[in-house]
């Protein structure tokens, strides 16, 4: 994607997505002779969320189910643990 779009899926704008090129901690995936910059997805996305915890989302539909609610944290949480994510749970007791 050109850097507009980019910056606004970054939440920036393109004067700080050209200096982060520029200190060469975030290059565009490919640059035509004219200078336009296109971004990879994916590369940007993990640059602005690096530091964001790994989101987890546990719900149970009664509240009869308080039990499969805390082994379905207690199953995310260890899994992100086990790949070493930063982690911030969300429960919902319906």
């Given at each position: 994607m050109k850097i507009g779009e980019a910056a606004r899926l970054h939440g920036t704008d393109p004067v700080t997505l050209?200096?982060?090129e520029s200190t060469g901690e975030l290059l565009p995936a490919r640059k035509t002779k004219v200078?336009?910059?296109y971004y990879d997805v994916s590369?940007?996305?993990g640059y602005s969320n690096?530091?964001?915890p790994t989101l987890c989302y546990c719900r149970v539909s009664s509240h009869d189910q308080k039990p499969d609610l805390d082994r379905q944290?207690?199953?995310l949480e260890a899994y992100c643990s086990i790949e070493g994510w930063r982690t911030?749970?969300?429960r919902k007791n319906a």
């Open positions: 050209r200096k982060s200078g336009t910059c590369e940007l996305m690096e530091a964001a944290q207690e199953l911030q749970v969300i």
